[in-house]
Every structure is written in structure tokens, then in C-alpha cells.
């Protein structure tokens, strides 16, 4: 393998990964939710440059190919541990969240199978724009999890029409469920999509 430049940025954003859990063993809250915030977000925008920077400069590679979906994987599962630990076990992002759990070992599953015709399961547009949505509402969630733990005054509700007691904190993890639920669906419908193009390959022989 060599050591490009978008090579080494996938190699980074796969790391940083573990290190969004690992944030919250060394720092107290809600110092650990903003590092984590920074350090997801700060990786999620490797995942743009290293393949735009690939691309550009013709330094493609199997490796790359092969490492930017686990890079991507790891992030959004372990991320999602993370917040539903420290979200209180809120069924609405658990429901979400196993949704988009299973459909990645499902699809892992498959390309495992199929070896060597994986190809078929080659990443998509709408798969693009899974993890993107997965990758922002990860984000806001987590800036709801560090506003939750700090003593943060609340929006004027008169002026912009907030039920009495909304909280910023409650705005940014309302408007991060919303995003978790759409990003949710777009996981189940490439989900689907996968399935059935390998349906042709897992039919019995006649």
C-alpha cells in the first residue's frame, strides 16, 4: 500500500473512531461530548476530502476502496453506542439506531457471501447520502448530550414561539432524532436495495 495523502486520511478517520468513546474515559462532561462532537465531526470531513483528493490527484486504490466504508462503519456504530448510552436508553433513538445497526451487519453479511461478486454491492448515491445524513444527525445528537449537562439559559420563548420550558439542549436532540429517523429510513431503503440485487445470487441451483 501506498502512503497518500487521501490513504492516510481514511487510515486517521478510521482511528478516530474508538477515540469518540475514548473521550469520555479521560474527560469529564461536558468537555467529553464536545471533544467527541469535534473529533466526529472533524473526521466525518476526512470522509469528503479523501475521496475528492483521490480523484483529483488519480491516487485511487484498492486499499482505500476497501478501508473507507469500514472508516465510515466504525465511526457511525461506535458513535451511536455512545449516544444511546448517554441519551438514557431513549427509545427513540434506539428504535433508529438498531435499524441502521442491522442493516450494516446485514449488507456485511452479504458482501461476505457473494466474495467475489460483491462488486454488485458497489456504494451508491443514496448509500452517499446515508451517511452523510447518519454522520450529521451523530453530530447533533451529541451537541444535545453536552448542552443537557450544561447550565445553558434558555431560548426567549415569546419572540420565536417556544412552548414554556423548551431548553436548547431539547431543540438540538428534538431536531437530531428527526435527522436519525430520516437517516434511518435512507439506511433501510439501500438496505433493500442491495438485497435485491444479490436476490439473483442466493437463489438454489435447479
Keep these: 500500500m501506498v502512503w497518500t495523502l487521501p490513504n492516510t486520511l481514511t487510515v486517521l478517520r ?6 469518540v468513546a475514548v473521550m469520555f474515559l479521560y474527560f469529564t462532561r461536558p468537555w467529553a461530548d464536545f471533544l467527541a462532537l469535534i473529533l466526529f465531526v ?55 439506531a438498531t435499524v441502521i445497526l442491522f442493516r450494516e451487519i446485514f449488507v456485511g453479511g452479504l458482501r461476505e457471501y457473494l466474495a467475489d461478486r460483491a462488486g454488485l454491492l458497489k456504494v451508491t448515491r ?20 453536552a448542552l443537557s449537562v450544561m447550565d445553558v439559559p434558555p431560548p426567549r420563548v415569546g419572540r420565536v414561539g417556544l412552548p414554556p420550558g423548551t431548553t436548547w439542549a431539547g431543540l438540538a436532540t428534538w431536531l437530531g432524532l428527526l435527522l436519525i429517523w430520516i437517516a434511518a429510513a435512507l439506511t433501510a431503503a439501500t438496505g433493500w436495495d442491495y ?3 444479490s436476490l439473483p445470487f442466493l437463489k438454489d441451483a435447479r
Design 195 to 197: 438485497f435485491r440485487k
Design 42 to 96: 472533524g473526521a466525518a470531513i476526512t470522509d469528503w476530502f479523501d475521496g475528492y483528493l483521490a480523484r483529483l490527484w488519480k491516487q485511487e486504490s484498492r486499499f482505500g476502496a476497501m478501508l473507507d466504508p469500514i472508516a465510515d462503519k466504525a465511526m457511525v456504530v461506535i458513535a451511536i453506542m455512545v449516544l444511546t448510552g448517554y441519551s438514557g436508553m431513549n427509545p427513540w433513538l434506539i428504535l433508529p
Design 14 to 19: 478510521l482511528l478516530a473512531a474508538p477515540g
Design 126 to 145: 443514496l448509500a452517499k447520502w446515508k451517511t452523510t445524513a447518519q454522520m450529521v444527525a451523530i453530530a447533533v445528537l451529541f451537541l444535545g448530550t
